[in-house]
């Protein structure tokens, strides 16, 4: 072997590889520059990303308001789209985990133990974009040049349901040109919670303005996270205030190269 | 009222009088003094008990311990509260049941008419703020003095508790000099003239407030961390040696304790001893732990009673996913890693139990029948902060899920509501790729529409609650689904 073919096979970890994308409602009706940079990022690893058209939701909206019977036919469109795929891929932590953690579960109270079974080995297929770069693929160094100051804010459900650890952090130290700096208090909520935004919206706003306090302090030019609901959050009032600082999501941040930037 | 009252009055409407969670909270967010003083204190206790937790090399062996003890104690709670009772009698204690807070409310009172007592001094305790013990007996012409340096500071400052482990932790020794100067002279021993708010003068001022107290007290209330089921001993565990004086002093003494308190055997102890301070007061060990196992002739207090109360505990154990929550020991872990409690304090969750064991035990321990309890259940964004830090693992957003799938099966059991069409449409729209497709020409137009300015405030209903403090960015022209399709064909 060459040493030019070395580095190829290096560069595409991916390659034979693949992957059927989980968009995520919030992203392919609100940011699809997320998904759009995930599939970008995916290909130049080599992997071959499908998007099953019928696929919708995780559903979590609905399950976590408490409607568990208004959940069930987006649990059911889930495992339609996906459950013959091997490895699903969603540039969210949080929808991750309801895919992992609730869809049995929401089955379960409906009775239906196929559905229940089916939902359960799906979701053993279902990753999160830093849990597929860093446990499947095997790779830290995805190539991307990203050169700004940024903190990265590690959303809850990431964190906390499906355990990312320090994965986001491995990939973005890896990032050419990335300064990252330290955020204060990084380990709070945003205060975005899905529903309880609207229901206890000044409750939300009190944590959503702190975190966008802390935002600013860390002095980054960007805050980095794997969910886009928490950087929509986050985004909204560092928008109203005018602070100048951007949110972005991990995969736009590996998806840049020096020949591409984000977005 | 036309009667003098024997202890400082409550807040007006006390527990009762606060309103629905969200709305509490609107008031609790203005106090800024509170919110310095909480953020201060949660991010004290919290840095502390992380230390603490992480210098135990089988930590999470021992949470998993604490968690799988408790589980048998609710399996077997029949057995062992038997157990407990035959061996607290053979030890020549009183036991006493109550059904619910009435009754155990009625027979600490009885008790203290039996022997003839016109007040009481009572250690920390949670339930019998649960089952408000103290406006009871006040009724009944008794008064009961909270001798917990906090909790004094609470009655002492016409207030409610606002935290399980640090009730005043809303409070700062400024508000707390300014309490004891006002109120302390006219319930016994005032604080001294002059007195400045320097800790050690404070807690001077308390003792010798107290010292008058407990020396003249016939009687004595207490809670109860554990009972110990094989040998019938009750085991407090508490910092400052106020609960040593009411266990010692008193004649007599009668504990109130939950029936969920149990633990099986003697040894089950150390797991428990290990877990609690560590997780509340972030020590290896808390200074003063009393146990004691029926009466000695000579020392200590001749009258023992001990009232264990129900008060809607079976309901919560007959339900599989909520009884999780009946494994707390009340340490606080939960309320102080709680980044909503951290900004609301205490008293918005409108119970002595606040925080997130607040939310998932009220609902449970009262029912939902009122406002308050079906709000509290989406007091939270199901971060996960207190899963992990919990000493008994109680899986508590698993537990806020069900209660408000629950909340919410009740509000729509009798006529259909706007949230449930909602969510219905939702169900609709998320079952099927073409439904959402469908939708999003909508989001499609709007982005039309906005171009690309964000959007501003809004006064519509429901959206201006977002919109109050942020902007929103406008939706895209191009869904993801359409620059698939644009860009990678059928694939």
Same mark, same amino acid.
């Given at each position: 072997m060459t040493q030019s073919t070395i580095t190829k096979t290096e560069r595409a970890p991916g390659a034979g590889i693949r992957v059927a994308l989980f968009a995520t409602c919030i992203t392919d009706t609100m940011k699809p520059s997320v998904p759009i940079a995930t599939v970008k990022l995916l290909e130049r690893l080599g992997c071959t990303v499908v998007f099953p058209k019928s696929q919708t939701c995780c559903g979590q909206i609905m399950a976590n308001t408490g409607y568990f019977k208004e959940t069930v036919s987006t649990v059911k469109n889930f495992v339609r789209s996906f459950g013959d795929e091997e490895y699903v891929v969603a540039p969210s932590g949080s929808c991750v985990a309801s895919v992992r953690h609730q869809h049995e579960m929401i089955a379960e109270h409906a009775g239906d133990k196929e559905l229940a079974a089916d939902a359960s080995s799906t979701a053993k +297929?279902?990753?999160? *974009?830093?849990?597929?770069?860093?446990?499947?693929?095997?790779?830290t160094d995805v190539g991307a040049w990203f050169p700004h100051k940024v903190a990265y804010h590690p959303s809850c459900h990431g964190k906390r349901f499906i355990h990312l650890g320090d994965r986001p952090l491995q990939l973005l130290q890896a990032v050419g040109g990335l300064q990252l700096v330290d955020l204060p208090g990084a380990d709070q909520c945003c205060g975005f919670g899905g529903t309880f935004s609207l229901k206890n919206s000044d409750m939300s706003v009190a944590m959503a303005s702190d975190k966008a306090r802390n935002v600013i302090d860390s002095g980054a030019e960007y805050v980095v996270g794997g969910d886009h609901a928490c950087l929509m959050n986050i985004a909204g009032v560092l928008h109203r205030q005018r602070s100048g600082v951007k949110t972005i999501h991990l995969a736009e941040i590996l998806a840049s190269t020096q020949e591409e930037g984000a977005r | 009222m036309t009667t003098q009252r024997l202890t400082p009055a409550p807040p007006e409407g006390a527990w009762l009088g606060i309103p629905p969670f969200p709305k509490a909270v609107k008031t609790e967010l203005e106090n800024s003094t509170q919110r310095k003083n909480l953020r201060?204190?949660?991010?004290? *206790?919290?840095?502390k008990r992380a230390? +603490?937790?992480?210098?135990?090399?089988?930590? #999470? #062996?021992?949470?998993? @311990?604490g968690e799988q003890i408790k589980n048998r104690v609710g399996r077997h709670l029949d057995h062992y509260l038997e157990q407990a009772e035959a061996a607290m009698t053979a030890a020549g204690v009183h036991v006493h049941w109550a059904r619910d807070g009435k009754e155990a409310n009625e027979i600490v009172t009885r008790i203290a008419k039996e022997k003839a007592v016109d007040e009481v001094v009572k250690i920390k305790s949670m339930v019998t703020q649960e089952t408000d013990l103290n406006e009871h007996l006040e009724r009944n012409g008794i008064a009961a003095w909270e001798t917990d340096l906090a909790e004094l500071i609470v009655q002492l400052g016409h207030d409610l508790p606002s935290h399980i482990l640090v009730p005043a932790i809303h409070r700062n020794r400024s508000e707390v000099r300014d309490i004891f100067t006002a109120e302390m002279g006219q319930y016994g021993k005032a604080a001294p003239e002059g007195i400045s708010d320097d800790p050690p003068e404070l807690t001077a001022a308390a003792r010798a407030h107290l010292r008058e107290k407990f020396l003249r007290a016939k009687m004595a209330v207490s809670g109860g961390n554990f009972i110990v089921a094989e040998t019938g001993t009750l085991v407090i565990v508490e910092s400052e040696g106020n609960g040593r004086m009411c266990l010692t002093l008193p004649e007599t003494l009668v504990s109130v304790v939950g029936i969920e308190k149990i633990v099986p055997t003697f040894q089950d102890l150390e797991v428990f001893l290990k877990l609690l301070p560590r997780s509340s007061t972030g020590e290896r060990m808390n200074p003063y732990t009393s146990m004691w196992t029926g009466v000695r002739e000579g020392d200590g207090p001749q009258e023992l009673h001990v009232v264990l109360v129900d008060n809607g505990r079976t309901d919560v154990l007959a339900d599989p996913q909520g009884r999780a929550a009946l494994r707390c020991i009340r340490c606080s872990a939960c309320l102080n890693i709680c980044p909503v409690y951290e900004r609301a304090g205490g008293h918005a969750y409108g119970s002595p139990y606040p925080g997130p064991i607040g939310a998932i035990l009220n609902p449970q321990l009262r029912g939902i029948t009122s406002k308050v309890d079906q709000a509290l259940p989406f007091a939270s964004t199901l971060c996960g902060a207190c899963n992990e830090v919990c000493p008994v693992r109680i899986p508590f957003t698993d537990i806020l899920v069900q209660q408000r799938h629950r909340v919410a099966t009740k509000k729509t059991s009798k006529h259909p509501t706007i949230e449930q069409g909602l969510m219905k449409a939702a169900g609709w729209v998320m079952g099927d790729g073409k439904h959402l497709a469908s939708v999003q020409q909508g989001s499609k137009? @709007?982005?039309?529409v906005f171009g690309k300015k964000w959007i501003g405030p809004m006064p519509v209903p429901l959206v201006d609650r977002w919109t109050? @403090? +942020?902007?929103?960015?406008?939706?895209?022209?191009?869904t993801f689904r359409d620059w698939w399709k644009r860009e990678r064909g059928d694939r």
């Open positions: +297929r279902t990753y999160d *974009i830093s849990e597929f770069l860093v446990d499947v693929l095997g790779v | 201060h204190a949660t991010g004290t *206790i919290r840095a230390v +603490r937790a992480s210098e135990v090399h089988n930590w #999470e #062996e021992l949470r998993t @311990a137009l @709007a982005g039309r109050q @403090a +942020r902007d929103v960015e406008p939706p895209p022209t191009e």
